[in-house]
Each structure stands twice: as structure tokens, then as C-alpha cells.
């Protein structure tokens, strides 16, 4: 499956370059984490307006030693965190990273990140561009999450 | 394309055989709640109700100061129990956000109960009590993290028919924790009394807890 993934990855990436730079993004976040907390995790959203697949194969920051992108599956109540090797980004649409699916995992926070601060990560796509993006550290509340994601 | 961690056969392999095993476990989990579960189950009740209290085991954990807990001899009330670990930030992070606001709101409510929030750590390797504490802390000052021997913690997961797994390290030393994200409840006499699983809603939990802590003579 994941292999099948790659492979049409691959392929789709070498129709037209799609711009890495042309990705809108949203809501770019930190979960504040509590202090000494290993790895803290990252959300977004990011819109798509071209008509190619975007693919993002990695992501660094200053403020991590690494940055890995997880899928929180929860399988009949089991948790389970499954590596993504890239992030994909539907031509035309959106991809969402959000609380309890898909998310960026932030290994080894190199300072004390806490609500307010701003974060800068890397995005590398699938055309060797890269992309800037400045990510909030929130303090966040499932209380809110459950007022506010009303699908 | 070559950081694909499941591209490596062996450990390919080694991670379907633990998902594998977790999910038997959870299978299993779940047959042993379709038969034990009370008949007299009020349909409006998201929890899963057991017919009959079970009592933890006669094992002791280490909490978040360092001192020894004989889980049957536990005075804290009534307490939800979740297990997780301390290198988890998004799920075990949701669940403990969520836990401390369902304390807060019934807290506030007429009745004014206190659920405890008990956080097991399975992953006693990396979360020692100072770090238990810290990650605890930050979500409810009240709460309290357990951890221990790897017998005990085992003793625990498998008497409430809850799995997990602990992977492989990766190339960096950092290994992968598979765990339930069910809830269990626990009364003041130390019994489990029912289950939620995930994913969880606050308001269904609420509504549950206030039944089902506030009619037992032992409350």
C-alpha cells in the first residue's frame, strides 16, 4: 500500500512541476506541550489551487532535531501512530494535519516552546522547492475542539 | 524514498506482527466486554458497563512522586484511567486535555463529584516518575501518573483486557508505543466498573459519569 503510494507519487511528480510556493496555508499550529515533553506534534492546512499533486517529503525547523509526519489510526479502539512518507496535497484541494489524525511529530525541541511563540519550519516538495512556514504555539483544549469541529 | 521505515523487511515484519498482536488483543478485549457486560446495560449509556466490579490486581505500581501504590489499596474515589505514554503528542495529549476538562465540569455541577485522572505510563523505560510528573502536571495538578515494573504493568493491562505494544527502535533510538485509547472507570473500592471507548466525546462522558458514579451506595 504504501509502496502503491510512492510509486504513484513518483509518477505524478514528473507530469509539470507543481509549485511547492503555490500551497495556501492555514491555521498553521503547535500543540504548547508540557515542559520537557520529547516531541510535540504540528497541524495545518493546506489548499492546493494548481491542478497537479503536491507532495511534501520533509520538514525541518532550528527548533527540532527532526520532524516526521504520523497518522494517528485509531484501529477498533487501539491506537496507533503509522509514518507517512510524505504529505500529499490533492490538485484542487485541501490536506488537513489536525488533533488525532494525520500530524507533524516534532522530535527534541531544541528550546522551551510555549503558547505564543513562533516557529519556523521547512516544507521540502517533491520539485526540490521548499516553503516557509511560520507555525503559533497554542495552548489547546479538547473542550474547544469539541464546540468547534463541527464537519 | 529510502527513510520509508517499513521498508525494511525485518522490520516491515516485526511491526505487522505487533499490530497484529494488537489487534488480537483488542479483539479479544472486546469479546470478553460483549459477554460481561451487564444485561441490565441502559441503552443511552455510551460506556460499557461491566456486570460485575473488577478488581485490579493485587500488584503495585510507582507514582509521580516516586512512591509505591498498592493498586488495591488506592483512596482516590472515583478515577478514570487511561494508558499512554509520555512520547505521544497527539493522542495522549488529547485524551489528558479532555479528561481534565470533564473533572473541571463535573466538579462544577450540582452534584460536585471529583473523578480522578489516572495516566498509566506503559512505557516505564523512558517515563520515570519526575517525567510522569511533569507531563501530568501540566494538564491537572490533581492528577496522578503511574508507572512501574514491567510485570506489573502487565498485570494491570491484562487484567483490564487492555494491549499494548512497544515497537522496535528506529535509527535514531526512538521507538513507538501502540496502545488502547479506551477509558476505563474505576470506583472508590478499587473495582473497574465500565469502559469508554475511543474516540471520546465530552459531553457523552458526562452525562455517563454522573449516572453511573451517582447512584453506588460506596460513592
Known amino acids: ?113 510555549r503558547a505564543g511563540d513562533k516557529v519556523t519550519m521547512t516544507l521540502m516538495c517533491a520539485n526540490n522547492e521548499s516553503l516557509d512556514i511560520v507555525y503559533e504555539v497554542r495552548r489547546y483544549s479538547a473542550e474547544q475542539d469539541d464546540h468547534s469541529h463541527h464537519h | 524514498m529510502s527513510k520509508n521505515p517499513l521498508s525494511n523487511p525485518v522490520l516491515l515484519l516485526a511491526s505487522t506482527l505487533a499490530g497484529g498482536a494488537l489487534f488480537l488483543g483488542i479483539w479479544s478485549w472486546q469479546q470478553w466486554l460483549q459477554n460481561t457486560q451487564g444485561r441490565s446495560q441502559p441503552q443511552a449509556l455510551a460506556a460499557t458497563v461491566l456486570s460485575e466490579p473488577r478488581p485490579l490486581p493485587d500488584v503495585s505500581l510507582v507514582d509521580q512522586d516516586g512512591n509505591t501504590r498498592a493498586l488495591r489499596q488506592l483512596e482516590m474515589g472515583w478515577s478514570l484511567w487511561f494508558f499512554g505514554f509520555t512520547h505521544c503528542p497527539d493522542i495522549c495529549p488529547n485524551t489528558l486535555g479532555l479528561l481534565a476538562a470533564i473533572k473541571q465540569s463535573m466538579a462544577n455541577d450540582a452534584a460536585g463529584r471529583k473523578i480522578q485522572t489516572v495516566f498509566v505510563s506503559v512505557d516505564p523505560q523512558r517515563d520515570t516518575p519526575e517525567k510522569l510528573r511533569a507531563y501530568i502536571d501540566y494538564f491537572d495538578k490533581e492528577s496522578v501518573g503511574l508507572t512501574g515494573s514491567r510485570e506489573a504493568i502487565d498485570a494491570l493491562t491484562s487484567s483490564l483486557y487492555l494491549p499494548y505494544v512497544i515497537h522496535a527502535p528506529d535509527e535514531h533510538g526512538d521507538y513507538n508505543v501502540e496502545h488502547s485509547g479506551a477509558l476505563v472507570l474505576v470506583g472508590p473500592d478499587n473495582t473497574a466498573r465500565a469502559y469508554f471507548t475511543a474516540p471520546h466525546k465530552r459531553a457523552d462522558l458526562i452525562h455517563d459519569l454522573r449516572l453511573l458514579t451517582g447512584d453506588s451506595p460506596d460513592a
Open chain 1, 1 to 113: 500500500m504504501i509502496l502503491l503510494l510512492a510509486l504513484t507519487a513518483a509518477c505524478s511528480s514528473n507530469d509539470e512541476p507543481a509549485s511547492c510556493a503555490q500551497l495556501s496555508v492555514e491555521d498553521a499550529w503547535i500543540r504548547e506541550a508540557p515542559p520537557g515533553a520529547p516531541v510535540l506534534a504540528g497541524y495545518m492546512q493546506l489548499g492546493n489551487p494548481g491542478s497537479n499533486t503536491i507532495d511534501i517529503l520533509s520538514a525541518s525547523s532550528a527548533d527540532f532535531e527532526r520532524i516526521e509526519f504520523h497518522h494517528t489510526l485509531n484501529e477498533n479502539g487501539g491506537m496507533r501512530m503509522q509514518a507517512l512518507e510524505f504529505l500529499r496535497v490533492p490538485a484542487g484541494g485541501k490536506l488537513t494535519l489536525s488533533p488525532g489524525a494525520q500530524h507533524m511529530m516534532l522530535f527534541t525541541p531544541t528550546r522551551a516552546l
